[in-house]
């Protein structure tokens, strides 16, 4: 398993524009082989997570090079850039243990 996950900083008072904005685009994850889960995560002060599972991180390469990935961020630069404290933080990790219910 892989996981992505892109950290973006929101403007106080701007939260909602931002929540609105991931809740209306079209993500294209489920055309794309070796997609598991995708979590959009508010966290305190304006904190959002943009968090990916992956069958592997081939997988997620996979998706970097698609059509699909172009598809879903064709919107990317109608996104007011004012909305951000500053540029989003990406993260990429090897999945080494995982637990789940039986």
Request: no cysteine; net charge neutral; hydrophobic share 35%.
């Amino acid at each position: 398993m892989y996981i992505t996950m892109n950290r973006f900083q929101i403007k106080k008072g701007r939260e909602a524009e931002f929540e609105e904005i991931w809740r209306t685009r079209e993500s294209y994850l489920h055309e794309v082989p070796g997609f598991v889960a995708f979590h959009f995560l508010r966290g305190p002060e304006g904190e959002y997570i943009s968090h990916t599972l992956w069958e592997s991180k081939a997988a997620f390469e996979g998706w970097v090079g698609s059509e699909a990935f172009h598809k879903a961020h064709g919107r990317a630069g109608q996104t007011p850039k004012d909305l951000f404290e500053g540029p989003a933080k990406f993260s990429f990790y090897d999945v080494l243990l995982s637990q789940g219910r039986k």
